[in-house]
């Protein structure tokens, strides 16, 4: 097996030769798995590799409402949790707060196989969960209800899934846990905390629509920085200063860049027009004082952003209503609160400063 012979020897493997025998090993597996599925009749698309997929790992706490089973988990412990899954196999669970942004990655995909019928880029949503297997049935059952295209599960029994986002290549990990999400964000894998809304709205079925805060999500939080302490005089002055300075990266620059690419696929196709991913800037920044740094940050990383809304410190939740996005991203917790309270589904990316003031408050 690669890696395993004695580095004396002088036919021993150097890492990269290692490296490039596991990857040549991955593509042969690839290759007898494609030619197994390729000789079964289905209309079901396969899933795409991992290396050319957008991998989205979602938790069942984050896909479904489990709220009654984990009271039951917390109050009775695991065995009696086990059981009454056992017993409502056959019980379809409820949306939970991810549940429309995956039903809207799954519409982005058929528009992409309908124009791209061979082609692998195109989103891969992975099920992640420390689940126990013998709860899998009813997260089938329920998967199958409502007719989503889940293939991949990770059911850890109770051990934390961490550990296989990197296995996965996972592009994104959303989770009702926040403690497992900040162990992602650690582990350098762009996360957040799924919030269900207080309020019922309709979300789009033809477009995803998907909003970022910028600061401390797409962008790192040197600014956000100066911001807590010197003060917001000093931050613009900062800001102006440094306008031709691109910001460095947050943990979701990633994901609004597999975004990006998904989007000039349909633009290849004269679909701008009809594209059905659409991305949102929602910063409390001020547009005059601080906004050029950002544009021109997004400029400089070659990606689009289709609309940009700067505050100026007003409330984000009027706006998100307006917009209706299937997923918001915030740093800043006042932030998620007040857009769930109007309807949105909101997912806090425990990432900066931030993070520290929450605590300590």
């Known amino acids: 097996a690669p890696g395993t012979m004695s580095a004396s020897g002088p036919e021993a493997p150097q890492p990269s030769d290692a490296a490039e025998v596991r990857l040549q090993e991955a593509e042969q597996d690839w290759a007898a798995a494609k030619a197994f599925y390729d000789n079964l009749a289905s209309k079901r ?9 957008i991998t989205v790992a979602v938790s069942s706490r984050a896909l479904f409402d489990l709220v009654e089973e984990r009271r039951i ?10 059981e009454y899954q056992q017993n409502n196999e056959n019980v379809t669970l409820k949306p939970g707060p991810a549940f429309y942004f995956v039903k809207a990655l799954e519409h982005v995909n058929a528009r992409l196989l309908e124009l791209y019928p061979d082609d692998e880029e195109r989103f891969d949503i992975v099920l992640m969960t420390n689940n126990h297997a013998q709860v899998g049935v009813r997260l089938i059952n329920s998967i199958n209800h409502y007719g989503l295209t889940i293939e991949r599960f990770c059911m850890t029994g109770g051990k934390s899934p961490i550990g296989y986002l990197t296995a996965y290549l996972t592009n994104l990990y959303l989770s009702a846990d926040s403690e497992k999400v900040q162990e992602a964000i650690e582990a350098g894998i762009a996360s957040a905390t799924m919030f269900t809304a207080n309020k019922d709205v309709a979300y789009s079925d033809t477009q995803l ?12 939080d040197e600014s956000e920085q100066i911001v807590k302490e010197q003060g917001l005089d000093r931050f613009f002055e900062h800001e102006q200063l440094n306008e031709n300075k691109p910001l460095a990266q947050g943990p979701l620059k990633g994901f609004l860049e597999d975004l990006g690419k998904l989007q000039k696929k349909f633009y290849a196709k004269n679909e701008r027009l009809n594209c059905p991913i659409r991305t949102f800037l929602v910063t409390a920044r001020s547009a005059a004082s601080s906004g050029a740094r950002v544009l ?7 990606l689009e952003i289709d609309e940009a809304l700067f505050l ?10 307006k917009i209706r996005p299937h997923i918001f991203f915030d740093d800043q917790m006042f932030h998620i609160e007040g857009a769930q309270k109007l309807g949105t589904i909101a997912a806090h990316v425990p990432y900066g400063v931030a993070q ?6």
């Open 312 to 321: 100026a410190g007003a409330p984000k939740g009027p706006i998100l209503v």
């Open 73 to 82: 988990f917390e109050e009775q412990g695991v065995e009696k949790y086990v």
């Open 45 to 53: 698309p396969r899933p795409p590799k991992p290396q050319h997929a």
């Open 209 to 220: 629509r998907v909003a970022f805060d910028g600061d401390a999500v797409l962008f790192s």
């Open 296 to 302: 021109k940050t997004l400029r400089s990383w070659g």
């Open 356 to 361: 520290k003031y929450h605590k300590s408050a």
